[in-house]
């Protein structure tokens, strides 16, 4: 299940499309089964809360659109089949998680550098808003542009494809 948490309030937010999108992602990139099993929270904050965050985990201190925090990682999606990860996820050990599911992880996104982004690459602030909803998605499920072979930009390229109303053009990789 996707939970959406606001604790920014200069924007409104379509919460329950926010979770739509997040939760297809998850499938269309885990398989329904294991997207299923999992937990994941999109959170929405301002800035300053992004320039803390950006800061302790990544040393950069200003604000950034989107960071996704991983608390379950899976094996890695360019050394194992879709399948070969929810055979390893439902091998393992039950855990002590009660009739809760186990949290995949976090999508950050900040309001205030996502609009400014939005009106920078010509985007409204809701497009902008599903981009990095699909790109802290998938950084959850364990790409990383950083360090791939553009295999995550591809697949967001298709997702956006697949998801999104609007035909847009490619976004550079965040």
Known sequence: MIFVINRQRRERLDRAAVAALASATLEAVLGARLASALDANVVFISDEPMRRLNQAYRGINAPTDVLSFVHLPLLSPYESTPAQREAWFFSQPPTTYGDDRPLLGEVVIATPTARRYAERHALTFAEEIQRLVIHGVVHLCGYDHETD???MTR?????????????LVSADAR
Not at 155 to 167: I, K, S, V
Request: charged residues 30%; hydrophobic residues 40%; proline residues 0%.
């Open 149 to 151: 072979a553009g295999q």
């Open 155 to 167: 697949l967001e390229r298709q997702l956006r494809q697949r998801f999104l109303r609007t035909a």
